[in-house]
């Protein structure tokens, strides 16, 4: 059993950045997957990034590669998301995941642990 919880989000300029954190309950944390997620008001839950914990591959959306980066601190049980140039077309609701598949996926449907989610806000 994992329990996720994220925090760091906020109100921000566009241009800015933010980061937001993952911080999971578990000693085998490490080798779960874990992908960010995040919902716009009227949209669908969208992949955003991932990382695998086999082999550290990452995944990243077409609308945020280059500006965003994941990364995983296990001996924190944490997994970042560092938003830079920020657009407020991401602005949304962001959601960690994780799994304990060997590698990534954006498939909603196959994470079994998920957090409550944290708000992003980019202004213009």
């Known amino acids: 059993q994992v329990q996720l919880v994220e925090s760091g989000g906020g109100l921000v300029q566009a241009g800015g950045s933010l980061r937001l954190s993952c911080a999971a309950s578990?000693?085998?944390?490490?080798?779960?997957?874990v992908g960010w997620f995040r919902q716009a008001p009227g949209k669908e839950r969208e992949s955003v990034a991932a990382?695998?914990?086999?082999?550290?591959?990452?995944y990243y959306s077409n609308s945020v590669k280059g500006r965003f980066t994941i990364s995983r601190d296990n001996a924190k049980n944490t997994v970042y998301l560092q938003m830079n140039s920020l657009k407020p077309e991401d602005t949304a609701v962001y959601y960690c995941?994780?799994?304990?598949?060997?590698?990534?996926?954006?498939?909603?449907?196959?994470?079994?642990?998920w957090g409550q989610g944290t708000q992003v806000t980019v202004s213009s």
């Open positions: 990382i695998s914990w086999s082999d550290g591959s990452t």
């Open positions: 995941a994780a799994d304990r598949r060997y590698f990534h996926t954006v498939i909603i449907n196959e994470y079994d642990y």
């Open positions: 578990g000693r085998t944390f490490s080798r779960y997957s």
